[in-house]
């Protein structure tokens, strides 16, 4: 089974330009999620889609960040314009809709973004 | 709100020695899920275990084992015989509230040396 792609791994962008990021989930998930780690810390929850549906964006800074999921599959992230504290590593999750329990999310390798 | 303390910063040990991993967690829901999550220095997050909140067996899987303790609110997950393989950053998360959201806490680096 194929795990959770994302593209590019990395990205070094100047202050004020726009970058985008993109993940393919696990086949079948319902469920998808971006989250931001910064070096250092734990990762923090984005947005998280189920479908193509917005669950929860409660710590998307909509002011430069936005995030789609067109068709129920794919995502991208797009951050506009970029400050420098947005350098971290963008991680993108799945997983499956499983009644009576909370599934666990599988990974891909992030994007790490630098901006200078 | 939900919140996941892991004090631990860093970890070192000798190869075969036993790690435990300590994880505090806060949360108001009666509900939750708690897992443990290895990063190796590639960068992904790779899934170890998950436990529901009405389920305090603690268990053994392989080199892994945790003990769920809800009265102290911990849910600490120890490393049997450690290999240098296991170096990696561990991270406890805790789902509430919104299914599948998972608060983090800052990750215990651990090292192991042969």
């Known amino acids: 089974e194929a795990g959770v792609a994302q593209s590019p791994r990395y990205k070094i962008i100047e202050k004020r330009q726009s970058v985008a990021f993109w993940c393919n989930p696990i086949s079948g998930h319902a469920t998808l999620y971006w989250y931001q780690q910064i070096l250092g810390q734990g990762p923090k929850l984005l947005i998280q889609f189920q479908n193509n549906g917005v669950v929860d964006d409660s710590q998307l800074p909509k002011d430069r960040f936005s995030a789609e999921r067109l068709k129920g599959v794919d995502s991208t992230l797009k951050i506009q314009p970029a400050k420098l504290e947005d350098s971290a590593v963008y991680l993108c999750?799945?997983?499956?809709?499983?009644?009576?329990?909370?599934?666990?999310?599988?990974f891909g390798q992030g994007t790490r973004l630098t901006v200078v | 709100a939900q919140k996941v303390t892991q004090a631990q910063t860093e970890i070192s040990v000798v190869e075969k020695e036993d790690v435990t991993l300590d994880c505090v967690y806060e949360?108001?829901?009666?509900?939750?899920?708690l897992f443990w999550y290895k990063q190796p220095p590639s960068g992904e997050l790779v899934f170890l275990i998950r436990r529901n909140s009405f389920d305090e067996q603690n268990e053994i899987s392989g080199r892994y084992s945790w003990n769920f303790q809800k009265s102290t609110s911990s849910f600490n997950f120890t490393i049997t015989a450690s290999q240098v393989v296991d170096s990696a950053v561990y991270f406890c998360a805790l789902s509430a509230g919104t299914r599948g959201k998972l608060q983090f806490g800052a990750g215990t680096q651990v090292v192991v040396t042969p």
């Open positions: 949360t108001r829901d009666t509900t939750y899920y």
């Open positions: 999750a799945s997983s499956s809709i499983r009644a009576g329990t909370d599934p666990e999310a599988f």
